[in-house]
């Protein structure tokens, strides 16, 4: 009989891919996932550690969800609920102590055991805490991925051992792993006979990608590229240390690779940048940021942002603002510092007040802003390559994304899903481009 399954994602793009493929792990006992929590058997919250913030909503949604598992207990139904992913890995035990009616906490490295967990607490038995780190790594157990549209995440590498000051991610995730080139391929392929057209490379430090002498993430593009099927390829999230000569050399010799990079650099002061532990400077970056443009003069960049570090002056922030409209970045996250438990950086004297923080934000974020709104408008009048994937609100409209990742729409006759179709961007509104065919 089939079993209900509802999975709630928050954070990261891996955390994305994680859900699916808990998804499929479950799916051969049964469980078909629903868009909502109401009637489900297996309740699983997908966390994320990074910031305060986004710890803090997984315990308020575990309090509505507590509301939910009593009313359907009162009914004599029973509904599991699991909390996977950062802050599970993180606070381990404490999940439970603090909501004793959680059933399953687990890790971003054990859901691959997710059957013989939920099978174990319906049995009755008490809450499974699995929060290890496996010496097999998951991806060896699960099963083939199931696409869904035209676009797909694969997670190439998982885990960080870069130590920024500020981040939990190192000790949430783990090390660094690398899945092997032939496992990645299969994937692809899988993915693509399945109608995938767009492939998004997923790993917390992408670019560090290497399987054995031969295969770095140049060469895995390349192999990618040549898949049928495969018409765009994406990598995130990479750290500015770990972009070498190869990869510069891909974004000139593939064309299926799209010219927008996403490259964080927190901050634009190299006091704040030591002190982050960040591995590079301003100038580094800079020049990092030219060698790419000279490769593919198309390519625009976006980056991550942590304002309010501690000990950051006016100065340090002056110079992020300073390097921000240098580099011209078209598209950004950016973030208050939160200080997390375990990490260097919250021990740091001089933490800033949330007022301060909060100011230098707002600066930012409307220079940032202006930036997008500006390359946006700078795009009407260009002919641009579109990939659509999904049907828009009116008749003959679809939506797909440019290769910068902005929505578009567009009216296209006889145009099907899945297909990539040269467009002229014809008018910027709020949150998309319109284009005609050109
Ligand atoms: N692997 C990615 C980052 C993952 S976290 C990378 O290296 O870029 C995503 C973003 O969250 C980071 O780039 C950073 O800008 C932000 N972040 C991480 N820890 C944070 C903290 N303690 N406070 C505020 N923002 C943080
Ligand atoms: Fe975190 Fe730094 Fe690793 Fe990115 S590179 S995941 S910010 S420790
Ligand atoms: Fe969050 Fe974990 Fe991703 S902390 S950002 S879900 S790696």
């Given amino acids: 009989m089939a079993k209900r399954l509802f999975i709630k994602t928050f954070g990261c793009q891996m955390n994305v891919y994680d859900s699916a493929r808990m998804a499929d792990v479950l ?19 997908n966390t994320c ?48 102590r603090r909501a004793p009616f959680v059933d399953i906490v687990l890790g971003p490295q054990t859901y691959h055991r997710l059957p013989e967990m939920v099978e174990r607490v ?19 157990f699960l099963p ?62 992408v670019n560090a990608w290497q399987a054995g002498p031969e295969w770095d993430l140049a060469a895995l593009l390349t192999a990618l590229a ?4 495969i018409e765009r390829l ?27 990079l996403h490259l964080p650099v927190q901050s634009g002061s190299d006091r704040i940048l030591r002190a982050m532990n960040r591995g590079h400077d301003r100038d580094e970056y800079r020049r990092l940021a030219d060698r790419l443009r000279a490769a593919r003069p198309d390519l625009a960049l976006s980056s991550d942002f942590i304002v309010g570090f501690p000990g950051e002056t006016d100065r340090d922030f002056q110079d992020t603002l300073d390097l921000v409209a240098e580099i011209g970045f078209v598209q950004t996250y950016s973030f208050k510092y939160s200080p997390r438990p375990g990490t260097p950086a919250a021990a740091l004297p001089d933490q800033l007040p949330d007022a301060v923080k909060e100011a230098r934000l707002a600066e930012l974020q409307a220079l940032l802003h202006r930036q997008t709104e500006a390359f946006n408008q700078a795009c009407v009048g260009r002919e641009m390559a579109v990939l659509l994937d999904r049907p828009g ?11 910068y990742m902005q929505p578009v729409h567009v009216r296209a006759p006889g145009r099907r899903i899945g297909e990539v179709v040269r467009l002229r961007i ?13």
């Fill in 27 to 45: 799916a051969p006992f049964g469980f078909e996932r629903d868009e909502r929590p109401d009637d489900a058997d297996l309740v699983i919250l």
């Fill in 49 to 96: 550690h990074i910031r305060e913030k986004a710890a803090e909503k997984v315990f308020s949604e575990l309090g509505r969800l507590r509301r939910l598992k009593q009313a359907r207990a009162q009914r004599g139904e029973r509904m599991l609920l699991a909390v996977a992913g950062c802050v599970a890995q993180a606070e381990g035990e404490a999940v439970l």
């Fill in 144 to 205: 083939e991925a199931r696409a869904e549209g035209s676009n797909a995440f694969l997670a190439i590498q998982e885990g960080c051992d870069r130590f920024c000051s500020y981040c939990v991610v190192p000790y949430t995730r783990g090390a660094e792993y690398c899945r092997p080139a032939e496992a990645v391929l299969a994937e692809a392929r899988a993915l693509a006979t399945q109608g995938v057209r767009e492939l998004t490379l997923l790993g917390q430090n």
């Fill in 226 to 229: 040549a898949i049928d099927g």
């Fill in 426 to 438: 014809a008018a910027v509104h709020p949150n998309s481009l319109e284009a005609i065919p050109a």
């Fill in 122 to 140: 319906s049995r009755g038995g008490r809450a499974v805490l699995d929060t290890e780190f496996p010496d097999e790594p998951k991806f060896d």
């Fill in 234 to 260: 994406r990598y995130v999230t990479s750290h500015p240390r770990d972009l070498g000569e190869s990869l510069i050399a891909a974004h000139r010799d593939l064309p299926e690779l799209m010219p927008f």
């Fill in 393 to 403: 609100k009116y008749a003959d409209q679809l939506l797909g994304r440019s290769p």
